[in-house]
T-cell receptor
Framework: KAGVTQTPRYLIKTRGQQVTLSCSPISGHRSVSWYQQTPGQGLQFLFE???????NKGNFPGRFSGRQFSNSRSEMNVSTLELGDSALYLC?????????????FGPGTRLTVL | QQPVQSPQAVILREGEDAVINCSSS?????VHWYRQKHGEAPVFLMI?????EQKGHEKISASFNEKKQQSSLYLTASQLSYSGTYFC???????????FGQGTTLQVKP
């Protein structure tokens, strides 16, 4: 079974630009969660989608948004990029949206904001 | 509320054992364990569920004390490949929103 895929793997943007990241979950998984990882803050939850509905949102500004499509693929968007948005963005897929389901991470997209 | 992991870092020789702990101030539905090697994504190791069920890595064992809201990961006869940062994650309520601990860095030396 193919794992979680994320595109692109690397991105370099400048302040003020916007960016869209994509995540394809494991086949059959309906839940996708997004996390931001930085050396200073660790792994932080961004949002979770299940069956095209946002189920949870983390403490991030409104510049961070996401969506999920009917095939469970998900995208996240960051507008008006700031230097502090430089991070590894990880998505994780899961069969369901409960705390009882394992989450499997993709390889991540490393975003650098200059 | 972020779970607290201890120790923050540990250095072992091959073949030695280690225990990594994860404590939460909130009641837990489950505890998830991941290992992340430098420059790579976190890899799922185990999930421990309320009621005693466990799913995951055959060569790694863990415990979950629901009353104490604690979990421990046991790495026995460590191998070089065990090196990395270990994270525990706890769900916010019974949801897919995982709150991760700050991580425990494990280094196994020959």
């Amino acid at each position: 079974k193919a794992g979680v895929t994320q595109t692109p793997r690397y991105l370099i943007k400048t302040r003020g630009q916007q960016v869209t990241l994509s995540c394809s979950p494991i086949s059959g998984h309906r839940s996708v969660s997004w996390y931001q990882q930085t050396p200073g803050q660790g792994l932080q939850f961004l949002f979770e989608y299940f069956s095209e509905t946002q189920r949870n949102k983390g403490n991030f500004p409104g510049r961070f948004s996401g969506r999920q499509f009917s095939n469970s693929r998900s995208e996240m968007n960051v507008s008006t990029l700031e230097l502090g948005d430089s991070a590894l963005y990880l998505c994780a897929s899961s069969l369901g949206d409960s705390g009882y389901n394992e989450q499997f991470f993709g390889p991540g997209t490393r975003l650098t904001v200059l | 509320q972020q779970p607290v992991q201890s120790p923050q870092a540990v250095i072992l020789r091959e073949g030695e054992d280690a225990v990594i702990n994860c404590s939460s101030s909130k009641a837990l539905y489950s505890v998830h364990w991941y290992r992340q090697k430098h420059g790579e994504a976190p890899v799922f190791l185990m999930i421990l569920l309320k009621g005693g069920e466990q799913k995951g890595h055959e060569k790694i064992s863990a415990s979950f004390n629901e009353k104490k809201q604690q979990s421990s990961l046991y790495l026995t006869a460590s191998q070089l490949s065990y090196s990395g940062t270990y994270f525990c994650g706890t769900p916010s309520g019974n949801t897919g929103k995982l709150i991760f601990g700050q991580g425990t860095t494990l280094q196994v030396k020959p």
